[in-house]
DNA sequence: ATATTAAACGATAATTATTCTCATTTGTCA
DNA sequence: TGACAAATGAGAATAATTATCGTTTAATAT
């Protein structure tokens, strides 16, 4: 019979594969993080923390953020958050985003399938429009790896 | 026979229909907006307008950014911008995203049909995965609008 | 268990992106 | 052309994020 491993066996287990310390204060960011079904920006997550341990210091949930962010243990929503980006094409289009230099080139909305959702959508949800990024590496820099 | 409007003469008249002055600044930031096929950030359009009227101000640039969003001239790229959201879900999913309050729910990925491009994307770019983002009014905000 | 050491922490300064304020200048319209 | 509201430029203020640095803590080898 397999052991059922808690949330904390497998956060210490992806720490010490990572070579990162088990800290408290990690463990509880963590912790947090996953508990909130929510989409929290790090100042939310430091809220929740910061009940319980008092003392942590915002750039302690930065730092862990990244850290986890490097790991691949969290996504961050947007790639493109940070700075505005403008867009004065106001054709219906989608977005083709470069991981590398970030550059996005627009695609027509005509070059894609609609989007078809299988089921309804969350209760009461009332769909304006679909927003597509396809995510990967532009030529030029898939070029300048080799 | 039709009258053929330069740019310039459709900007003049949508300034003129939205109330707004018809200013050398705007005039220019709003040309290398359009000229830049490129998704510029609000740095980067000043650089380009610096270029053509020295004195301007980096201010005077988001100013007219702002302005010429909430006339619908100008898009932003991405609806969360400003501020980092994380998300702890690591199984692949999709986005819905209330442009109300900002909340922003999860779809799993086999909730929606894969998406399908018509054509070869542009050249070179090497396709890692979609990320959809279903725009609109959760039920929440929905409900206190009556 | 304890000592050693690198990593992590907390406090806070620095940076970056953005917004605000206000005195001066410039379009708009009579 | 003149009056007035709107827009501009300069720079201060704010918000989000990152960096610095002295102290504390977890990992590990005794």
Redesign the interface.
């Known amino acids: 019979m397999q052991p059922i491993e808690s949330l904390q066996q497998q956060f210490e287990a992806r720490c010490r594969k990572l070579g990162l310390a088990v800290t408290h204060q990690r463990t509880v960011i963590?912790r947090e993080?996953?508990a909130t079904?929510?989409?929290?920006?790090?100042?939310a997550?430091y809220e929740r923390v910061k009940a319980q341990i008092p003392a942590i210091s915002l750039g302690t949930v930065y730092k862990n953020?990244k850290t986890f962010l490097d790991a691949?243990?969290?996504?961050?929503?947007?790639?493109?958050?940070?700075?505005?980006?403008?867009?004065?094409?106001?054709d219906p289009h989608h977005?083709?985003v470069?991981?590398q230099c970030r550059?996005?080139?627009?695609?027509p909305e005509?070059?894609?399938?609609p989007?078809?959702?299988?089921?309804l959508?969350?209760?009461?949800?009332?769909?304006?429009?679909?927003?597509?990024?396809?995510?990967?590496?532009?030529?030029?820099c898939?070029?300048a790896r080799e």
Request: hydrophobic share 40%.
């Open positions: 963590y993080l996953v079904g929510e989409h929290p920006t790090p100042e997550v953020v691949g243990l969290l996504k961050e929503v947007s790639l493109h958050h940070g700075t505005l980006r403008l867009d004065a094409n106001t977005h083709m470069c991981r550059r996005i080139f627009d695609i005509s070059e894609i399938e989007v078809r959702l299988k089921n959508p969350e209760s009461g949800f009332q769909i304006d429009r679909f927003s597509i990024e396809v995510l990967g590496v532009c030529g030029a898939a070029a």
